[in-house]
């Protein structure tokens, strides 16, 4: 709920900052964690706390938790974009997602992975910021509702196979954040 307050309270001082031909930005930094089975990647927002009892279809899991906050935050900037090029507002909004980056988010994971793996895998706190570094300073970042990845526009949950590489049972393929309607409901 923060990114949306914040984005909603400052939107005033946005839209007075840009212009048609250099609108100001909104960028919110998501995860490729969003393709996490979730009742909000089926499109159901009756009950995004998870508060259904233990060992219940949904649960509360953290990273169930997690997944549908960054799903979330994709469908908020989808909505805002929308709402925005309704409007003919000179603010466009964009979600990224970063890639693994050696942080210290994986505290907070169930299962630390040993830390030469994460050495392998995971990108610099330098080159994790590149994305956003694109977006609010290069030509491409003027384009309104994207998902981006790797400093080039990609697909978010519902266009293509997951790029999660997890058992089946965790990431969810065909299922959706590009539904409208799921949108406004989350709005």
Do not use: C
Request: glycine share 6%; hydrophobic share 40%; no cysteine.
């Amino acid at each position: 709920l923060s990114h949306f307050l914040l984005v909603n309270l400052l939107l005033p001082q946005l839209e007075m900052a840009g212009s048609r031909e250099d609108p100001a930005r909104v960028i919110n930094v998501s995860s490729s964690a969003h393709f996490v089975r979730s009742p909000l990647a089926f499109g159901d927002v009756s009950d995004l706390n998870l508060s259904e009892p233990d060992g219940a279809k949904h649960a509360y899991y953290p990273w169930t938790a997690y997944g549908q906050s960054k799903l979330a935050q994709v469908m908020f900037t989808y909505e805002l974009s929308r709402r925005l090029q309704a409007r003919g507002a000179p603010v466009v909004a964009n979600v990224l997602d970063p890639g693994i980056v050696n942080t210290e988010l994986q505290r907070y994971l169930p299962e630390k992975a040993p830390s030469a793996v994460m050495q392998f895998v995971s990108k610099s706190p330098e080159k994790g910021a590149e994305t956003t570094v694109l977006l609010a300073t290069a030509d491409a970042g003027r384009t309104a509702g994207g998902y981006w990845a790797d400093s080039k526009q990609a697909e978010s949950l519902g266009r293509g196979p997951s790029p999660l590489p997890m058992s089946k049972e965790l990431a969810v393929q065909g299922t959706t954040s590009y539904d409208e309607s799921a949108w406004a409901s989350l709005w």
